[in-house]
């Protein structure tokens, strides 16, 4: 699809986020747009009207607490409906609404909160205004803070509720919604802060109408997408990120989209069989988890395991020639009976409905990418950063798995002189708050973004991201290697659900590797290995034995120089949002690093 940025421009001229939200709104008055569960495991639900109407009676509230246009909300909320309300009620006061990880301590409360000048917090419980409290003394532009849920009234007396916010009649909201201009702040997407202090990303409500428009364009080639309005999504990963932002909050307001709040995400599969989305979004380790669970209870059944493989391996190469429209009627009628027999898998991790999935945030094996094509789950790769409001590179249609797609629509991307992935177009974000200098680093003069990521692109556009700058591993011999490389071949492995690849100035590379705590308990039982523990299983000699073939196996494809030669293999999961993950489940290589430093030394030694 051929678009240029300035034909995308001429379509998003004059559009906020208040201004396409009142869109929605009106064109959907009566349908459902939020949907929850209740503590008692009812579904609750609001339609636009009733999402409009809360908008408008949250900033109100907002206006009489003193808040003023320019001004930052700080939110500290989980995926749940409430969370839209306060963001959007923000947006149609002129405030930038801020959303913060819900992990944050009080000291990087303190920074984030100082550092966009926040003037009021709104929290989801005591525990997290408690963390506010400790540091509140050190806040001193912060007038104000409300707390969402408090049943037993623990909040100090000069902390608002919620309900408070409703006191106050509602605005109009036709009329609040010329406060906001595409060139304000929609909102700041802190960087996970893993080289020093995070960055605050500073994204324009141009920025997201323009991503918006670029992305509908994008997904509009799929069959399915020709209407976006009351597509199922579930809204479960936290809106500190872009990603969700984009998905689900943004996407939702301009599209129409049902959105199901899922607060915990470690909850995601027990949403998905209940919702069955149409859409779905999730990070590698999301879909690296239902595969583990498919692969798990197949593996009680050996026989039925093996028919599954057999289908999966028939179906690998077809998905690929109904996706570039070049299968025969026989192997169209061979597709359609082997998906059938998949409908049930499909079923029982309700994606049954899913019309289109997309993986982003992290590299994800292109085997397992072509698996799930294979059982009939159209999953594709998207590509980007938060300095490009989410995307640079997605294709709906026509992968190649191993690659992040094309240019979406309206943006310029190509490689720089050293293979670095840059772009140009609308979604590049207006700097970094408060720091000119770093602003300059990564947009350069001519206005191209550059992302840090080393990439190749082939013949007809597809790029393949080869590793950040950053992070290519050098070894002690010179040789530059790309650990996420690796590290996706690693968890090619079944018995593998982790892996950091070691190797920075030494000999050798070698790598942690984690059990997948369903896979392997489930592989050593169908072998009648005993064990109290997944500890247990690192240290087994038949489980060592296994994913030392697996090495051999998934190394194969590279050099000498380039292969994990040693592993160490670890039992205890690594979960998001600590000293070794993202929120995103992106590694955070200095963490393994001080984590496991005597695991490692004990590789070279």
């Not at 997605?394 to 190509?414: D, F, H, L, M, S």
Request: charged share 25%; glycine share 8%; aromatic share 8%.
């Amino acid at each position: 699809m051929t678009v240029t940025s300035a034909e995308i421009d001429r379509v998003v001229a004059g559009q906020t986020i208040p201004t396409e939200f009142l869109k929605t709104v009106s064109a959907l008055t009566d349908q459902v747009a939020l949907r929850w569960r209740n503590d008692d495991e009812s579904w609750g639900s609001w339609t636009w009207r009733d999402y409009a109407d809360r908008v408008a009676q949250v900033a109100a509230g907002y206006r009489a607490l003193g808040v003023q246009p320019g001004q930052r909300i700080v939110l500290m909320l989980r995926n749940i409906p409430e969370f839209h309300i306060a963001d959007l009620a923000a947006c149609f006061v002129g405030a930038t609404p801020v959303s913060i990880y819900n992990s944050s301590s009080p000291e990087q409360i303190q920074y984030l909160a100082n550092h966009c000048d926040a003037v009021l917090a709104l929290v989801e419980d005591i525990g997290f205004l408690e963390r506010f409290l400790k540091v509140r003394s050190e806040l001193p532009k912060l007038a104000n803070l409300v707390v969402l849920r408090d049943p037993d009234g623990l909040a100090p007396g000069d902390v608002y509720r919620w309900e408070s916010l409703f006191d106050h009649g509602s605005v109009d909201l036709d009329e609040a919604a010329k406060v906001a201009s595409p060139d304000d702040l929609a909102t700041l997407i802190y960087t996970s802060g893993t080289t020093g202090p995070p960055k605050a990303v500073m994204i324009s409500h141009y920025n997201v109408s323009w991503t918006v428009e670029s992305l509908r364009l994008s997904v509009s080639e799929h069959p399915a997408f020709s209407t976006f309005a009351g597509k199922k999504v579930v809204s479960y990963l936290p809106m500190a990120h872009i990603a969700e932002r984009m998905v689900s909050h943004y996407q939702g307001c301009y599209l129409g989209y049902e959105v199901t709040t899922c607060p915990d995400p470690t909850g995601i599969a027990a949403y998905l069989r209940e919702v069955k989305p149409n859409f779905v979004f999730g990070v590698p380790r999301v879909w690296e988890k239902i595969h583990a669970g498919v692969v798990a209870a197949l593996a009680a059944d050996p026989e039925r395991q093996q028919q599954f493989n057999d289908g999966v391996a028939a179906a690998e190469p077809l998905a690929e020639k109904i996706d570039w429209g070049t299968a025969t009627e026989e192997e169209k009628a061979t597709w359609d009976f082997l998906q059938a027999v998949f409908a049930q898998v499909r079923s029982l991790i309700g994606l049954d409905e899913c019309e289109l999935a997309v993986t982003g945030a992290a590299p994800i094996p292109a085997d397992l990418l072509r698996w799930f094509r294979a059982i009939g789950v159209p999953l594709t790769e998207i590509y980007g950063m938060s300095e490009s409001t989410g995307p640079m590179t997605y294709r709906a249609i026509k992968i190649k798995p191993g690659t992040v797609g094309i240019a979406i629509p309206g943006c310029e991307v190509k490689l720089a002189d050293d293979g670095e992935i840059i772009c140009r177009g609308g979604n590049v974000f207006q700097g970094y708050l408060h720091d000119p200098e770093k602003t300059a680093e990564t947009i350069d003069e001519d206005g191209w973004l550059h992302s840090g990521d080393i990439g190749e692109v082939d013949e007809d556009g597809y790029f393949k991201i080869v590793d950040r700058k950053k992070e290519l591993i050098i070894t002690a011999g010179g040789k530059n290697i790309s650990p996420a490389n690796l590290e996706a071949a690693l968890k090619l492995i079944p018995l593998v659900g982790q892996a950091c690849a070691i190797g920075d100035q030494r000999p050798f590379v070698a790598a942690l590797v984690v059990l997948d705590p369903e896979v392997a308990p489930a592989w050593a039982t169908q072998r009648g290995i005993e064990f109290e523990t997944l500890q247990d299983l690192a240290e087994h000699p038949e489980v060592q034995a296994e994913i030392e073939r697996g090495l051999e196996e998934v190394m194969a494809p590279f050099n000498n120089a380039e292969r994990v030669k040693k592993v160490k293999i670890l039992a205890d999961e690594w979960l998001p949002d600590s000293d070794v993950l993202t929120p995103t489940s992106k590694l955070k290589r200095r963490g393994v690093h001080a984590r496991y430093a005597v695991e490692i030394e004990s590789l070279y030694t």
